[in-house]
């Protein structure tokens, strides 16, 4: 049975929300026009991918017993 924020296959919605708006940032990157709104974007699409990792480690580390 999936937790309340999981899905069927067991993803989380967080998981979901971001990978959307990593392809959002996607298509951004294709249309930014100067070098700094470049980096604004390769920025934004640092900070989600760093908490897709997390969304995805942290349970596993969570039912890690020590």
Partial sequence: MPKSHETQDGTSQMSLYLLKLMKFIQKTD?????FNEL???????????????VDICLPMLSNHTY
């Fill in 39 to 53: 980096n604004i974007v390769k920025g934004a699409s640092a900070i989600v991918a760093s908490l897709l990792i």
């Fill in 30 to 34: 294709r249309e930014a026009a100067s």
